[in-house]
Each structure stands twice: as structure tokens, then as C-alpha cells.
């Protein structure tokens, strides 16, 4: 069973910064959020990945709750080649024992001019 | 960087037909994995594998086999395709638990 909840669609417009929430309120300890995102015909390519503190990188902001209950990432002035399928999950350290990864149906960015 | 190179890209069978889907990777990661992806859904773990010749099965391993031969390879085959099946197979690895890589699929179709 998917640990995160992510809203099916999203929609937003060129310029924009769009906020892309996921709810993970069962969270273990030592477990990762990461965020994948997906165009079509194509595999899921790495977005950014988070334990406590906020992350930054060239694609994204990654926001994480206090509680770590919840993460948003935050995509700055969007554009059309960032329409896609955006998957939030969780993934136990490197030393566990649990090497599968569940995604789920994720959050469908639309991009529009 | 490296790159996942999945083959073939579209593979068409017959009902009651094994196939076989070929995965390489030269990040000489540890970890593969194959995920199968139906239309509109999230993607399901069918088998992976830690090292050479090690498999584990995922959530999804029935009607499946996969073989590890060698730490940059990892090929899985369909043992009977069913009728009017319709997937994308995703290959990926990873350095142990790390950032999962994935190529760009294997669309299968069965006629």
C-alpha cells in the first residue's frame, strides 16, 4: 500500500511557482522522502530527496514539515517541460533491510501557455 | 553520469508467448529492478535484485521470471503473455538504497 497521499491533477500556468503537496503522516524515522517526476514514455527521472531539513537543487525546493507529516515541492516559474506526473514516496536509509520503493498514481502536472 | 538502456523499446507477442525484455546499466550499480506500469496507474515491483545472481521478488513476481548473469544486466521474462495485455516495463538501479535510475521502458503489447 502507497505511505503518501498526492492530489490527483494539478494545473497551473507558464511563470508560475507551483506548490505540489504530499501527505505522509505514517513516516517512519528513517525514512526518505524523494520525489520523482515522469513525462510520458519516458521512466521516472529523480527530482530531489529530503530527511528534515528543506533541500534545494536546480529543478526544485523541497519544503518539509516540522513534524515530517507532510513535504511540498515548490517548482519556481514553471514551463511547459515541467508538465508531468510528480511521484512523492518514501524510502528507508541505506542499512535497512526494505529495498522496495511503492509508487503510486503521483500528481499530474498541466503546464499551459 | 551513466545511462539504462532497456530493449527492446516496443515488443509485440502472441497470447501463450514467453518474452524476454533486456536491461543495462553502467553506473556499475548494485541494486536493479524491474517495475511494471499499467495505463494511468502508479508503478508496481515485480523483482530485483541486490547483486549478481541474487533475485528477490517484489509485489508482483507471479507470471514472471528474472535472471541477474552479471552485476550490469538484469533481463525479465513474461513466462505466458495474456491476451490483450497492455504494460510499460520500467527497468531501474540504484547504489544499494540510493536514488533509484530508470530507463525509458519497454511498451509490450499482446495481440
Known amino acids: 500500500d502507497a505511505k503518501t497521499t498526492q492530489p490527483d491533477s494539478m494545473e497551473s500556468t507558464e511563470g508560475e511557482t507551483v506548490h505540489l503537496p504530499c501527505s505522509h503522516a505514517t513516516i517512519s524515522g528513517n525514512e526518505y522522502i524523494y520525489w520523482y517526476r515522469q513525462v510520458p514514455l519516458q521512466g521516472p527521472e529523480y527530482v530531489t530527496h529530503?530527511?528534515?531539513q528543506n533541500t534545494t537543487n536546480s529543478m526544485a525546493f523541497l519544503a518539509i514539515a516540522s513534524d515530517r507529516k507532510s513535504s511540498t515541492l515548490i517548482l519556481p516559474h514553471v514551463s511547459l517541460r515541467d508538465a508531468a506526473v510528480y511521484h512523492c514516496i518514501l524510502r528507508v536509509a541505506s542499512g535497512g533491510s526494505n529495498y522496495k520503493l511503492t509508487f503510486g498514481k503521483g500528481t499530474l502536472l498541466t503546464v499551459t501557455p | 553520469g551513466g545511462i539504462i538502456t532497456q530493449t527492446p523499446k516496443f515488443l509485440i507477442g502472441q497470447e501463450g508467448q514467453k518474452l524476454t525484455l533486456k536491461c543495462q546499466q553502467n553506473f556499475n550499480h548494485d541494486t536493479m529492478y524491474w517495475y511494471r506500469q499499467d495505463s494511468g496507474k502508479g508503478l508496481r515491483l515485480i523483482y530485483y535484485s541486490i547483486t549478481e545472481n541474487d533475485l528477490q521478488k517484489g509485489d508482483l513476481s507471479e507470471g514472471y521470471d528474472a535472471s541477474r548473469e552479471k552485476k550490469s544486466s538484469f533481463s525479465l521474462t513474461v513466462t505466458s503473455a495474456q491476451k490483450n495485455e497492455m504494460a510499460v516495463f520500467l527497468c531501474a538501479s540504484s547504489w544499494s538504497q540510493n536514488t533509484l535510475y530508470f530507463g525509458a521502458g519497454t511498451r509490450l503489447s499482446v495481440l
Open positions: 529530503g530527511l528534515q
